[in-house]
């Protein structure tokens, strides 16, 4: 796939943030606790610790995900659930929690997606952000088989979905936390 757009790097670096009305704690306790994911991501639907101690640096969670039929929809995503590994490389309680995507084969993966915290007056700023860099397995496997114009409007459209995606969850998270 020389001279393709897949071989940019980062190929995706995106972030958003949002003002949430709780501690720095707060959040990052309902953040790190990945099994909860399914009440504010739109496609991971909780999960379990599979090795090491939940949320702690080094630990593995195994996530059940669901996708519809209708996003990028004439892409060949896979549909329907699926499921992923990721090893947590970063755990600051108030700070930071960050998880890598694993391969098949439990191997490191430049994808990784994490949340940022920051004290803002009486409440906090919540920074949700995903980086990949080099191209995984996975994306390899849905462009390989596209032309290099399809492999551009897929990259386009995946980056306007994920762009969404952290838009939700953060207005989700915000949700969780401040009705508890």
């Known amino acids: ?5 897949i071989e940019k790097s980062p190929l995706f670096e995106l972030r958003a943030s949002k003002r949430i009305s ?33 949320s702690a640096v080094g ?4 996530g059940e995900n669901l996708r519809g039929e209708d996003v990028v929809g004439w892409a060949p995503l896979i549909r ?3 499921y992923t590994e990721a090893r947590i ?19 490191d993966q430049e994808s990784i997606w994490g949340f940022d915290i920051e ?20 994306i390899r496997k849905i462009v390989k088989d596209l032309s290099e114009p399809e ?12 762009e969404r995606d952290l838009d939700e969850t953060l207005d989700r998270i915000k949700d969780v936390i401040e009705k508890q």
Do not use: Q
Not at 98 to 103: A, D, G, N, S
């Open 1 to 5: 796939m020389a001279n393709t757009i």
């Open 22 to 54: 709780a501690s720095p704690d707060e959040i990052y306790a309902v953040v790190s606790d990945l099994p909860r994911s399914a009440e504010w991501s739109p496609e991971c639907k909780g999960g379990e610790w599979v090795e090491g101690e939940p």
């Open 59 to 62: 630990s593995i969670f195994r």
């Open 80 to 82: 329907g659930t699926w």
């Open 89 to 107: 490389v970063a755990a600051e309680p108030g700070r930071t929690f960050r998880w890598m995507m694993l391969t098949h084969a439990r191997e």
């Open 119 to 138: 004290p803002d007056g009486d409440g906090s700023i919540l920074t949700h952000h995903f980086r990949m860099g080099k191209a995984t397995a996975g």
């Open 151 to 162: 492999r551009e409007k897929f990259i386009t459209e995946w980056t306007e979905k994920l």
